[in-house]
């Protein structure tokens, strides 16, 4: 049951968030925005993983969080990626590319816990 919430997290989540954190073009404000968002979930997911290290793995709550702040983290930097390509090319054609591209980015994390539980078996 557990997996099949992470699968749903994953791919319907991950997408959504990426989507709300580009839907503003590509401006200074919008690029600020992005780098804070992900500066501060980075920050905060590396602090619960390395500031609480002999709890990680033990306390499900504080690895789930700093995991889900990690995550968040790497849809920043898709999104601000997404938004540095829109900048330099405002057509249609690279708005809908670096959509799609961008959502099937959020879901890699996903492909790494799969491997991982198989291989632990």
């Known amino acids: 049951m557990t997996y099949i919430a992470l699968f749903v997290l994953a791919f319907v989540g991950g997408p959504v968030a990426f989507r709300s954190l ?3 073009g590509p401006s200074r404000t919008a690029f ?3 780098a804070l968002f992900t500066a501060l979930c980075a920050a905060t997911g590396l602090t619960l993983r390395y500031g609480f290290a002999d709890l990680w793995g033990l306390d499900y709550l504080l690895t789930g969080t700093g995991i889900l702040f990690i995550w968040g983290g790497w849809i920043g930097v898709l999104a601000y990626g997404a938004q540095a390509l829109r ?3 405002r ?3 690279m708005r809908r590319w670096t959509a799609v591209m961008g959502a099937v980015g959020t879901t890699v994390p ?3 816990l799969a491997s991982a539980s198989l291989i632990a078996g």
């Open 87 to 89: 900048r330099l090319d």
């Open 110 to 112: 996903w492909f790494g």
């Open 22 to 24: 580009t839907r503003a």
């Open 32 to 34: 600020r925005r992005l």
């Open 91 to 93: 057509g249609r054609a």
